[in-house]
């Protein structure tokens, strides 16, 4: 009996690279506009409430055009609300390390991601774990250490906490994020995690909720469109190609967050940034090429 064929995946390499460079192009600038926007009085609930609300529509949207409204049914709306608790303490802890910290320290830090998806997946999914990924998980910690030398008190450091603990937050999303890959699409995936995040910040807003000036209101719409676009394009760019071809990218956000506190605030990271900068996107790079080996040799098997 004859077997029919699986359609190809499309692979598109270098529009997948672009959609990537534009979703962490609008990344950068959604944390640094979140950063300006706290200046302003902006509550950090008012920032999530409007980064949700404002892109939900953006995010409908683009799901109705490419599959269709009735993509969005799901029987596991228990893992979604996990998924969303998980992520919007994560997102939160992000936004409030850039508010905390120069956003090219704040950006390094969260390079640590990872790191920390190493460490969880080996202690709790059981992932075997070599010497050499251990090795690059302790370079990356050196790259942390050099960054924010303790002794030198540089750096606040509940900055460095928050961000520490954004990443880690946001390695454990994931996880779980593995686990929903197993039936559910990237673009439902995204739909349910801001539709199920707006109404607890929507009670938020009860408390926090306030008044803005016409400027002011302007960045909370950045906020929201370029953080919708940014879902977009992250999920898009994996349409046309691996996470091992577009990953890289990610790392030029160091580039845009700098030119955009050095534009906006006059800062610029001090030579121990730009070291730990690079031992940790070293770190980084290494464990996604020896995660992208693996995934090859058992595709093979």
């Known amino acids: 009996m004859s077997s029919v064929a699986a359609p190809s995946r499309p692979h598109r390499p270098l529009f997948a690279i672009g959609l990537r460079l534009v979703a962490v192009i609008c990344l950068a600038v959604m944390f640094v506009t979140g950063r300006v926007a706290d200046v302003h009085g902006v509550h950090l609930v008012e920032t999530l409430f409007y980064r949700q609300a404002l892109a939900l529509p953006v995010v409908f949207a683009w799901l109705a055009m490419s599959s269709g409204i009735g993509a969005i049914r799901t029987r596991r709306i228990s893992v979604h609300a996990t998924r969303m608790v998980i992520g919007l303490t994560g997102m939160a802890l992000n936004f409030l390390s850039y508010i905390l910290l120069p956003p090219a320290e704040a950006t390094t830090i969260g390079f640590t991601m990872p790191i920390f998806g190493t460490i969880l997946s ?75 995040s707006v109404p607890p910040l929507g009670i938020g807003m009860l408390f926090y909720g306030q008044a803005h000036d016409a400027q002011t209101w302007g960045l909370l719409l950045m906020i929201g469109l370029f953080g919708g676009i940014a879902q977009l394009c992250l999920t898009a760019a994996l349409r046309w190609a691996p996470v091992s071809v577009v990953l890289p990218m990610d790392y030029s956000s160091i580039l845009w967050t ?21 031992l940790i996107i070293a770190s980084g790079l290494y464990i996604a090429w020896r995660e ?10």
């Open 122 to 196: 080996a202690l709790i999914l059981r992932e075997p774990t070599g010497i050499h990924r251990w090795a690059a998980v302790l370079i990356g910690f050196l790259g942390v250490l050099i960054m924010v030398r303790p002794e030198g008190g540089h750096f606040p450091p509940m900055g460095v906490a928050v961000a520490i603990t954004a990443a880690l937050v946001t390695a454990s999303v994931s996880l779980v994020l593995r686990e929903l890959g197993r039936t559910e699409s990237a673009g439902v995936v995204v739909f349910w995690f801001t539709a199920l």
């Open 292 to 301: 992208h080996r693996h995934a090859r040799r058992i595709a093979t098997a």
């Open 258 to 278: 700098t030119l955009l506190g050095w534009a906006i605030w006059g800062d610029w990271p001090m030579w121990t940034t730009w070291v730990g900068a690079a």
